[in-house]
């Protein structure tokens, strides 16, 4: 009898264990999270700024389908992208304190409006709240030869501080920043 339990006993315990180890995962993300940051080495722990944000795929789609002009865009996919300066900056050309923001454009043809706001977690640009934006600044956006399926951001390093680039399908658009301290 004491066979019969005990094998019993580690039936059970194989079953209940198998249960609780099947979680659900959900599959791989149609736009993946990513980041880009200032300096980009990761061997330097000090980061200046950094952006979290997702990228969309063109997909056989239009930049202007995904990201219209004229209209506030979330700036990638998903939530809303977040920056997050750790140091006091300008960003172009205007001051920002030290903190974190949501990131959304405006797409235009000839010139994109980046906006920092300081209402954080958003879905989209569904909930975004003009009265919440910290500043607004104006960027020429240009065109590349080559195309860019994947919405990305990049930080490159300039003379006196960095530039936020944004590029997507052929479309190329470049901020300016300098840092308080480093």
Do not use: C, H
């Not at 315990?13 to 999270?33: C, I, N, R, W, Y």
């Not at 980009?40 to 997702?54: E, L």
């Not at 030869?145 to 990049?154: H, K, P, Q, T, V």
């Amino acid at each position: 009898m004491k066979k019969v339990s005990l094998i019993a006993l580690t039936v059970f315990a194989m079953v209940f264990t198998s249960e609780v180890m099947a979680q659900k995962f959900s599959g791989l993300d149609k736009s993946p999270m990513d980041m880009a940051s200032y300096p980009a080495d990761y061997k330097v722990a000090n980061k200046a700024v950094r952006v979290i944000y997702s990228r969309p795929q063109l997909k056989g789609r239009s930049l202007s389908e995904l990201a219209p002009a004229g209209k506030v865009w979330r700036t990638g996919a998903n939530e809303a992208a977040e920056i997050t300066f750790y140091t006091d900056a300008t960003f172009g050309g205007k001051s920002v304190k030290a903190g974190t923001y949501s990131l959304f454009t405006i797409p235009g043809d000839k010139e994109w409006t980046i906006i920092l706001n300081k209402n954080l977690n958003q879905w989209g640009a569904y909930s975004y709240d003009e009265s919440a934006d910290v500043l607004r600044v104006s960027a020429p956006s240009s065109t590349n030869g080559s195309s860019l399926e994947e919405f990305s951001i990049a930080f490159k390093e300039v003379d006196g501080g960095a530039e936020l680039a944004m590029g997507w399908d052929k479309t190329r658009v470049l901020v300016p920043i300098t840092f308080t301290k480093m």
